[in-house]
């Protein structure tokens, strides 16, 4: 079946480096995707969202850039500081109304 | 302003025994939506509610599940009776009920099934 998913399930970033997190979609009727971060005995936390007519979304520290042609959504963090250090989900909205399926996430550590 | 609140944080009970899971969402939010969450892996919708209307059950196992949202804010889960597979975070989250609005998430209920 469709699904959201992520093509690693880890990553580690020196502290201060760009990081990327990368999310494949294969439901092209999907319009709406959120990145979502989650620390450890927390419930997700929105970080960014972007829309199916955009191709890139900045907000303070990271940028979510989507590729419709191939499907592919990813979640660029600048400057990784300690506290980013989390698992982040991506999460699509495949146009039924407030219904979003999650990816399984990827563990991202920040080396101090 | 107070997010989403859950009740319990955590939760052992032992297998076949009934489990109450409590949620406040955020004030004003008409929609509120209940997530099972396995470790590793993302929350899967359970059920969404707008306002006391229960919208979208379909992922919701009705033999063993039940949720309510009696005056269209607080709501509550239960399982009777649990069962191993059941461990699992449970969370909640609300939002204001427009399509693409974002959903607020509390910390969740930890719960292990013994």
């Known amino acids: 079946g469709e699904s959201v998913g992520l093509h690693l399930p880890t990553l580690s970033v020196q502290e201060g480096d760009n990081s990327i997190i990368n999310c494949a979609y294969s439901?092209?009727?999907?319009?709406?995707f959120i990145w979502y971060k989650q620390e450890s005995g927390k419930g997700p936390q929105f970080i960014i969202d972007i829309r199916s007519n955009m191709d890139k979304r900045q907000g303070q520290r990271v940028t979510v850039l989507l590729n419709k042609t191939v499907k592919h959504l990813s979640l660029q963090i600048a400057a990784t500081q300690p506290g980013d250090s989390a698992v982040y989900f991506c999460a699509e909205n495949r146009g039924e109304r407030e219904k979003l399926t999650f990816g399984t996430g990827t563990r991202l550590t920040i080396i101090p | 302003e107070a997010g989403v609140v859950q009740s319990p944080r955590y939760k052992i009970i032992e297998k076949k025994q009934p489990v109450a899971f409590w949620c406040n969402p955020i004030?004003?939010?008409?929609?509120l939506y209940w997530y099972l969450q396995n470790l590793g892996q993302g929350p899967e919708l359970l059920i969404r509610y707008e306002n006391e209307e229960a919208v979208d059950d379909s992922q919701l196992p009705k033999d063993r599940f039940s949720a309510e949202r009696l005056k269209g804010v607080d709501s509550t889960l239960k399982i009777q009776p649990a069962e191993l597979g059941d461990s699992a975070v449970y969370l909640c989250?609300?939002?204001?009920?427009?399509?693409?609005?974002?959903?607020?998430f509390g910390p969740g209920t930890r719960l292990t099934v013994l």
């Open positions: 004030s004003g939010h008409n929609t």
């Open positions: 989250a609300s939002s204001f009920g427009q399509e693409t609005d974002t959903q607020y």
């Open positions: 439901n092209s009727a999907s319009d709406y």
